[in-house]
């Protein structure tokens, strides 16, 4: 844990979550909103199909980043950013983990209520989070949106962020997530 | 819907059994409100359900001579309910159930009869079902269950939705939709005496 805190970058593990996350995130969200205003149609249904198991993997892999979030922390922001921004960037990071889970179990539970169970890549039966039911499905549904619309926004705000730092501030905050930055303290192999 | 079996109310359970007491011996009779029709079709995998909230039966059936009985039944499919309205509209289509133009699926029986002993309470039907038009042998066999004051029909056949042109066109690709459908009866009917 110590090591890790000191460290100046992420480690090879985080960096593949971010990297995965982000493509499937940013992949699911384009998916959705065109998915919506398709007619009804066998095209329709596979991209409300994969949508969905796709959200189940974002889910998983969400749950497995936390963990190893825990075990191995993110680098320390830099000490020259004021008190202000460090304080929004941890708000940030909250508000988008807690969206990585909010936006896929939002849009569970309304395929539940909706009457439609999820069966992940056609062949594993996951549980219904509610009992089908027509009213609660109606509420259910502008949740799913709703968060979904946050973290899009998010992601755009943490993205502006990270270039921002990189352009105008010239830190490392935004290197130390690619894929071949390695900082002067890597010794975590 | 299960409940209403549970919930079978007091004036009911008497009007059934004063129905059966008059006329011992007179043609069975379907209670729709307390029966269920319901099928499960699957989309990429998952199971789809839904049911038909308006039906009804002619039904001649004695168990001990089930050779003479006769058994017609309509169902409303302008009534299905899948629980989803956006489904539910494209159902309505020509080509789906196309309910509009041919709202009513039936089924009549050509012979009954009983598997094995008759205090089994098992039976088969056979008969020609009706849909958009389209008619198909089928077989479906029944499990009597008696109960107080009635008796309950439960059993289950499938079909093959390509057979009656369900699911026709765009919809024809069974591994998006599952060309096999599982329809579930749960019938309450009065006046069957007990084998």
Sequence with gaps: MKVAQINSTYT????????????????????????????????????????KWAGVVILVLSALRLLWRFHRPAPALPATMPAWQKGASNMTHIFLYVLFFAVPLTGWAYSSAAGFSIVWFGVLPLPDLVLKNRELAEFLKPFHWITAYTLAALVVVHTAAALKHHFIERDDVLQRMLPAFSGPTTKLH | MKKHFLGLTIPALLAASISVASSA???????????????????MGVPVSGSFKKFDAQIVFDPKKPELSKVSFTVDLLSTDIGNPETETELKKPGWFNSFKMPTA?????????????SNGKFEFAGKLVIKGISQNIVVPVTLIQAKDNTWVVGSFNLKRLDFKIGDGDWNDVSIVA???????????TGIAAP
Excluded: C
């Excluded at chain 1, 493509?23 to 007619?39: A, E, K, N, R, T």
């Excluded at chain 2, 012979?111 to 008759?118: D, H, P």
């Excluded at chain 2, 060309?179 to 009917?189: A, D, G, W």
């Design chain 1, 12 to 51: 090879g593990i985080a960096k593949v979550f971010h990297w995965l996350l982000a493509l499937m995130i940013v992949v699911s969200f384009s998916v959705g909103l065109y998915m919506v205003d398709q007619p009804f149609s066998p095209q329709r249904l596979k991209l409300y199909n994969w949508h």
């Design chain 2, 25 to 43: 011996g007179a043609q069975q009779k379907l209670m729709p409100a307390q029966s269920e029709i319901s099928f499960t079709s699957r989309q």
């Design chain 2, 106 to 118: 039936s089924f009549t029986s050509t012979s009954v009869k009983a598997l094995g002993a008759l």
């Design chain 2, 179 to 189: 060309n096999e459908v599982t329809v579930n009866l749960k019938l309450v009917v």
